[in-house]
C-alpha cells in the first residue's frame, strides 16, 4: 500500500533499525521503545489488522510468531521473559493499521493486562 509507513519500511523507503528480513516479514525497533527490547514483527504484504488474516497468510503469520523467540534470544532476554502483544482495531489501541507483533522485554511487566 503507497501511504502505509510500516510497508514503506519493508520497502526500503523509509529508514528503520531492521533486525530481520525476508521473503515473509521483516523486523525491526520499535521508534518509541516502552521498553529495553521492543521490537515489531510484521507480515511484508499489507494487512491492515489480524482481521485480515486469511489461510494463504499462515505462512506469514507462523514465521511472524516463531521469529519472536529467535529475536529474543538474540536481545538475550528468551530466559528473562518477553510479552508479545498484537493489538487489532480502536479497543485494541491499534495506531498503525499495518498487521504489526510487539515483542517486549528487558523489563518486568505490569499486571495484569489492560
Ligand atoms: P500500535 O499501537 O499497536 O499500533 O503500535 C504502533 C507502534 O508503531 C508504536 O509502538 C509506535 O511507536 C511504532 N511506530 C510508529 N511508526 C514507526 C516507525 N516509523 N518506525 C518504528 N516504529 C514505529
Not at 56 to 73: K, N
Request: charged share 20%.
Amino acid at each position: 500500500m503507497t501511504d502505509c509507513i510500516f510497508c514503506k519500511i519493508v520497502a526500503g523507503d523509509v529508514p528503520a533499525t531492521k533486525l530481520y528480513q525476508d521473503e515473509l516479514v521483516t523486523a525491526f525497533r520499535d521508534i518509541n521503545p516502552l521498553a529495553p527490547t521492543h521490537i515489531l514483527i510484521i507480515p511484508n504484504v499489507h494487512l491492515a489488522s489480524a482481521n485480515d488474516l486469511a489461510p494463504e497468510h499462515a505462512a506469514a503469520a507462523g514465521r511472524m510468531l516463531t521469529l519472536a523467540p529467535e529475536l529474543a534470544r538474540q536481545e538475550h532476554i528468551a530466559e528473562s521473559g518477553y510479552r508479545l502483544i498484537l493489538n487489532t482495531g480502536a479497543d485494541g489501541r491499534q495506531e498503525v493499521p499495518h498487521m504489526h507483533l510487539h515483542l517486549l522485554g528487558g523489563r518486568r511487566m505490569q499486571h495484569p493486562l489492560g
